[in-house]
């Protein structure tokens, strides 16, 4: 008699059955359900603070909104340092991180950035807003397809963290520099909104610092640089923030000119290696 089993919505962490067929019937097994609390507690501060963000934005208080996606970020890079820690990782908590990445970094960051600098431009501001969610999204889904199959060291595109933390610290270096309320119709916001939508979609490698272990010795001048870098975010942190994510930004297309003008000369170099030696062979003949 013939008897096999098929899994339905049954991946690791979130409540699912096992389907069992048997001569043509079928007969549904409870999985045992439960998911795991600390990890998805942090995930879910992070989703608060995305709402909350939003809150704030559509009262005109961007100070405030940019702080949160900022702290939104904290808690997203603490639950998943958490769950590889604790051993607490599932799929479950995968799917609910992508889906509260896109509130925090994806609809919170679009709302602030349209109400405080794209509204005037009319259609073309809610369009950049519009494309900034979509391409966060798309960046979130080929993250969780690809998560098993590439290099741990490089993201993908632009992280969707990323791209939000560069909007909420231009924010708050407009207001460190004594600017109030919504801006005017800049060009340069609108076309940093499309810059980074496009990013996130785009093929270029961005570092993951994910191969970083401070539980190993490090160079000394490492530690020095931790300590400046902790001055620096103590006396002005809005400027060393829009610093080092406008640095974070640009190292991706950096790299990948960088890149392909490492291989234009190492594709020359072996051309004119053939062409001399071709040379040389029909001197020789």
Request: charged share 20%; hydrophobic share 50%.
């Amino acid at each position: 008699m013939r008897r096999n089993k098929e899994r339905t919505n049954g991946t690791p962490g979130i409540p699912g059955e096992v389907r069992v067929l048997h001569g043509g019937a079928e007969r549904k097994l409870p999985l045992h359900k439960g998911v795991y609390i600390l990890p998805n507690l942090f995930t879910t501060a992070g989703l608060f603070l995305g709402v909350y963000s939003t809150i704030m934005s559509s009262h005109d208080r961007f100070l405030e909104a940019a702080v949160c996606i900022i702290v939104a970020h904290l808690c997203d890079g603490i639950d998943g340092r958490l769950a590889r820690l604790t051993h607490t990782q599932s799929q479950f908590g995968v799917e609910y991180d992508s889906l509260a990445d896109l509130v925090a970094f994806g609809v919170a960051p679009a709302i602030m950035m349209y109400r405080w600098a794209l509204e005037p431009w009319g259609s073309w501001g809610w369009l950049a807003a519009s494309l900034y969610v979509a391409c966060g999204a798309l960046r979130l889904a080929r993250f969780n397809v690809q998560i098993g199959s590439v290099e741990k060291r490089k993201f993908v595109g632009l992280p969707i963290p990323a791209a939000a933390d560069m909007i909420a610290s231009t924010v708050l270096l407009y207001y460190f520099f004594g600017g109030e309320g919504a801006t005017h119709k800049h060009i340069v916001v609108l076309m940093m909104v499309y810059v980074l939508a496009l990013l996130m979609v785009s093929n270029v490698r961005y570092h993951s610092f994910k191969d970083i272990d401070l539980k190993k010795r490090q160079p000394f001048y490492a530690l020095v640089a931790i300590i400046v870098i902790i001055k620096f975010v103590v006396a002005e942190p809005q400027l060393l923030l829009f610093c080092a994510m406008l640095a974070y930004v640009a190292s991706g297309p950096t790299g990948w000119l960088l890149s392909a003008a490492r291989r234009r000369r190492s594709r020359a170099a072996r051309l004119f290696k053939l062409a001399a030696e071709g040379r040389l062979r029909a001197g020789g003949e």
